[in-house]
């Protein structure tokens, strides 16, 4: 995952957004990639469903609480709730042709930090 969602990070892959929160910490950590790429699973996504967030020294579980389209312009799905928090981001209609007009958003809350051995 690349820190920052330049245009250069967003075709090598899924990025952080810069100023969200850090994964498995209090706040909303938000992570943006491309519907007909990394995100094209999404698109079977279910409430209760697990996501499984790497960091390179440690990983967290995310559990789906829910999904929504929204216009480009509604930032509100990056808000701060009292709870570690993941926002996925992409771009949808799944399968459209060309810039898309809206945007995908899930909404996960973290469920476990899970210590990685290094070495």
Excluded: W
Excluded at 18 to 38: T, Y
């Amino acid at each position: 995952m690349f820190a920052g969602c330049s245009l250069i990070n967003l075709e090598k892959g899924a990025c952080h957004l810069e100023g969200s929160a850090n994964f498995g910490g209090l706040g909303n950590a938000a992570v943006a990639a491309h519907r007909d790429k990394d995100f094209r699973p999404l698109e079977r996504v279910r409430n209760g469903m697990d996501i499984l967030v790497s960091d390179g020294g440690q990983e967290y579980l995310y559990v789906v609480d829910s999904h929504e389209i929204v216009s480009p312009e509604d930032i509100q799905v990056l808000e701060i709730h009292d709870r570690p928090e993941l926002t996925l981001i992409t771009c949808y209609p799944f399968h459209y042709i060309g810039s898309a007009p809206k945007r995908f958003i899930v909404h996960a809350h973290l469920e476990i930090r899970i210590a990685t051995a290094t070495g």
